[in-house]
Each structure stands twice: as structure tokens, then as C-alpha cells.
């Protein structure tokens, strides 16, 4: 499919390329790479960044304390971090609370960020295990934790804030800790702890955990490994450790794809509602809700917004778009197949007196003046849509499961990829609109998640990948270098 498409991509492939996909900013890195299966981590010096070897300091963990042959690695939307053929193993014995160990790097005070991918087996709701910095060889002061199988962030050496993210042995997870000076502080007295993102955009992300306490540390010099209450069957394998001052110092990418939700840069999501509540703003509401009837009273439809200009690359091979079901409301029977249709608003619609434009606000936002709405009935004008159609359409039996994803793919429906290619102005409005009226009692109201509710809609959207025989092509071509990232025109 790729090959018939490569010219019209001929550009974006080498912009994709240019595109920076590592680690190159980090202050300091350990992948264990550098060591043999069976060594000891005491007095081991591989890595980059660091001042020091690491120290293990009570001697009977030295030999609990080990490389192993790790295979952990992450991936999920455009975050991809692989932890190579070398980990590092801590196997637990016994029951003390001890700083297990750790390695100093060029003393830091400015916003930093560390992550590490991490695996428990055998864990139990005793256990503790501990990782975070310090601006000496001890108790780390801003840190991640996993207690009782319960992801934690702490500031300080006191309580910790809980992410509500079990630890599940066996999983491999991607823990970043963001620590920060707000208010004036010239402690540490803002720290975020983010599990598994999806979005290598650190600003995308929602914090799993915050804690905002002092922690009493002005400036870091040591990551630190911590441990306590151990049964002795326990093990923890970490791999990848990054200490940087950025999120993408920290979480690498996949450099072929980008995801875009609806709390990026100018994005908005809100529904609007008919009738007697045709002036009404649901734009700060956890959901969009859906609903067809003859009652116009209680008709609801959603509109969301992408910035596009948020994105790498001005088009795009493929795109997916990704909403997250909250199936909470209403009455319907379980095997009931709802419809729903989804258009996306013409790049460069103008808006009539009275109507919003593409940059309609999402606390404006209402059934009299949506941008392309057809007031007097169900859904959009269809003369102000892309292709005077629906992109795509797709159904939910009954009322979804709260956390299912709906995905509709470029793939099966090319008109999605279609219109964001067409767009100029890096501002890309779904509508969305259910086609399915209520009947025989079947009142639900079909509920998808918002950037509020703390699952965004959001876009995924791919550019070929550099190795596809595209590339080669553009090589022989002598298509090379590296243009402006955008051109389109401000906004
Ligand atoms: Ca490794
Ligand atoms: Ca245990
Ligand atoms: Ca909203
Ligand atoms: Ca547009």
C-alpha cells in the first residue's frame, strides 16, 4: 500500500527523518549494557553522565544485587523505550530498611526528571521498593514507589502521594518522576510521577501521582535505590535509568509516529445540546454525550478539535483516531447496536452571522452557533463537512464499557487521513453525531471521554516509516536534507 503513495510523501519521509528520537540531552544514563550476566552492580561504572561507580553499601546486598539478562521494554502510543539484553536485578532476602544503592552524577537544581522501566515479581502487600534522587548517598528525597503493589510519589521522607496504579507482577512499566520548584521554593516542592504514558510530548501526559510537600532538597546529586519489609522471595529488575531536564531527555519515542489528543495546543472537545438548551455550553464537562430522538430537548452531539500544527509534519500516511468510552448512562439493552457518524468540519468553513469558526471555544460552544451545524435538524450541514459525508462510521453495542477505546482508522476509512490532509489552518473539528435514534424505552446516552474526563480524544498519525523502500527511493532521487519543520503560515 505504502509504495503507490510515494511521492505525495516524498517530503514528509525526510522530515520524519530529521526528527530527533533518543536521549541526547540526558545529564546522566544507565542502560547495563556495559556489563556481564552475574556481576555484581557494586563498584560497576558503565553509563554515561555519571561521577561516580555505583555503590552498594551494606555488603551482603552486593551479591543480591546483580546484572541480569533483562529483556524489559516498553511501548505504547508514540512512547518506546527497550531495555536491551542487560537489567539490573535486586532479589530480596530479608526485611530491612536499607539504602540498597547508589551513584552520583554533577549536582543538579533546576526541574529534573528521571524515569526507569521496572518489573516486580513475587511482590506482596508488605513490600517496598524505592528509587528517586537525593543530594547525598541516602533516603531519596523526591521518588517513586511501589508499596503494597501501589505506585507512589514522594517529596520528602515522609508520606507519599498514591497513583491509584497497581504494580502487577510481571508487567514491565515506565515510571517517570518530574520533580519541580514552584512558588518560590528553593526546594523541590512540586513532584509528578507519570505511569506508562502514552504521549513522548511530556505536556500531553496527566500526572498518575502529585505530591506537593517540601521535600527539603534544594539540589540532587545521587540517584538512590531504597527497600524495606521484604518477605525474601521478592525480586525487582530496573533497567534503563535516565536522569535529564526534560521529559524528552527521559522517554524516547517512535519516530514515525506522533499522537495528538484534544488538550494539545489549541485543541477542544464539548458536545451541544437541542431544544430548550440550544444556548447551553457543555465544553468543561468529563464527556461528550451522544443522543438521537425526536425530542430535540434532549438531542446531544459532540464537536472536538485537534491542533494540528501541534504535529511534526504538516500530513500525514495515516491516521487513526482514538475515543475513550465512558459507558456510565442511561438505559439500553446490552446487545443493542448503536450508530454513530463522524464528519469532520471543511477546512476553511466560514462561518455565517451568528456561527463560530474553525477556532470556535470550547466554553462558547452551543447548539445555535456550532461551526457547520444544521439547526433545524440532526448533525451537520452537510455542505460545510469534508467530502459532504461522513469520514467514517463505526457502532457501540449497548452502552460501551467505561475504558473501552474506539479506534477509526485511515485504513479502513481513508476519508479521516483524507481531511487532515486537507487541512491549513492546524485546526482539524470532528463532529460527531449519532445516528441511531432511541426507541422502545432505549434512552442511553452514549458518553466519550474528554480531555476534563482524563482520557482525550486523540489522533495517532503516521508518516512512513524511514526504512520502507520509499527511502531508498529518495536516496537515489538525491532528495536529502533537512527542510523547516512547518510551513505553513502562523496562526
Ligand atoms: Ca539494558
Ligand atoms: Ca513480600
Ligand atoms: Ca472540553
Ligand atoms: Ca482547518
Known amino acids: 500500500m505504502a509504495s503507490r503513495l510515494i511521492a505525495p510523501f516524498s517530503v514528509l519521509v525526510l522530515i520524519g527523518l530529521c526528527a530527533s528520537v ?17 556481576d555484581q552492580l557494586h563498584s560497576l561504572s558503565g553509563g554515561s553522565g ?62 529534573l526528571y528521571f524515569s526507569f522501566l521496572y518489573q516486580s515479581t513475587n511482590s506482596d502487600s508488605g513490600d517496598f521498593m524505592q528509587l528517586g ?18 505506585f507512589q510519589v514522594r517529596s520528602g521522607t515522609g508520606s507519599s502521594a498514591l497513583s491509584g496504579i497497581d504494580s502487577v507482577d510481571g508487567q514491565t512499566y515506565l515510571l517517570i518522576v518530574r520533580a519541580e520548584k514552584t512558588g518560590g521554593s528553593t526546594n523541590y516542592n512540586d513532584v509528578q510521577l507519570f505511569v506508562n504514558p502514552m ?8 500526572p498518575a501521582a502529585h505530591a506537593t510537600n517540601d521535600s527539603g532538597l534544594s539540589a540532587a ?50 458536545y451541544i445540546r437541542g431544544g430548550s438548551s440550544s444556548t447551553g455550553n ?19 452531539e459532540a464537536y472536538f478539535r485537534f491542533d494540528l500544527s501541534q504535529a511534526p509534519w504538516d500530513r500525514f500516511l495515516e491516521a487513526d483516531l482514538t475515543l475513550t468510552v465512558d459507558g456510565s448512562a442511561g438505559s439500553t439493552d446490552p446487545g443493542t447496536v448503536w450508530t454513530f457518524d463522524l464528519y469532520g468540519l471543511e477546512d476553511g468553513f466560514v462561518a455565517a452571522s451568528g456561527e463560530l469558526g474553525e477556532d470556535w471555544g470550547e466554553g462558547d460552544i452551543t447548539w445555535d452557533n456550532a461551526p457547520g451545524k444544521d439547526t433545524s435538524g440532526a448533525g451537520p450541514d452537510l455542505a460545510d463537512v469534508f467530502g459532504g459525508a461522513p469520514l467514517a462510521t463505526f457502532d457501540i453495542t449497548g452502552t460501551g464499557n467505561s475504558g473501552d477505546t474506539i479506534t477509526i482508522s485511515s485504513e479502513d476509512f481513508p476519508a479521516l487521513a483524507a481531511f487532515l490532509n486537507s487541512d491549513t489552518d492546524g485546526l482539524a473539528t470532528f463532529i460527531l453525531v449519532r445516528s441511531t435514534e432511541e426507541f422502545d424505552g432505549q434512552t442511553v446516552v452514549h458518553r466519550i471521554f474528554t480531555k476534563e474526563g482524563g482520557m482525550a480524544p ?34
Open 133 to 150: 534522587l537525593n543530594n547525598t548517598a541516602d533516603n531519596p528525597r523526591v521518588s517513586a514507589i511501589d508499596s503494597g503493589g501501589t
Open 22 to 38: 533518543g536521549f541526547a540531552g540526558a545529564i546522566a544514563t544507565e542502560d547495563f549494557e556495559a556489563y556481564d550476566v552475574g
Open 282 to 300: 457543555y465544553g468543561s464537562a468529563d464527556y461528550m454525550e451522544l443522543k438521537a430522538t425526536s425530542s430535540a430537548d434532549v438531542v446531544r
Open 221 to 270: 546529586a545521587f540517584a538512590a535505590f531504597r527497600k524495606a519489609f521484604h518477605d525474601g522471595d521478592e525480586t525487582y529488575v530496573f533497567d534503563e535509568l535516565r536522569i535529564g531536564d526534560s521529559f524528552a531527555d527521559v522517554v524516547s519515542g517512535v519516530g514515525n509516529t506522533f499522537l495528538l489528543p484534544t488538550n494539545a495546543g489549541n485543541g477542544a472537545d464539548a
Open 458 to 491: 486523540y489522533l495517532t498519525l503516521r508518516v512512513p516509516e524511514p526504512s520502507t523502500m520509499a527511502l531508498a527511493l529518495l536516496g537515489l532521487l538525491g532528495l536529502v536534507g533537512c527542510g523547516r519543520r512547518r510551513t505553513r503560515s502562523a496562526r
Open 50 to 111: 555519571w561521577s561516580a561507580a555505583w555503590q552498594v553499601p551494606v555488603a551482603a546486598r552486593r551479591s543480591e544485587t546483580t546484572i541480569v539478562s533483562g529483556e524489559l521494554s516498553y511501548a505504547a502510543g508514540d512512547v518506546a523505550v527497550s531495555g536491551g539484553s542487560r537489567a539490573l536485578q535486586y532479589l530480596a532476602t530479608e526485611a530491612a530498611i536499607e539504602v540498597l544503592a547508589t551513584r552520583q552524577f554533577a549536582s543538579q537544581s533546576g526541574t
Open 199 to 206: 504521549f513522548k510530548t511530556g505536556a500531553f501526559n496527566t
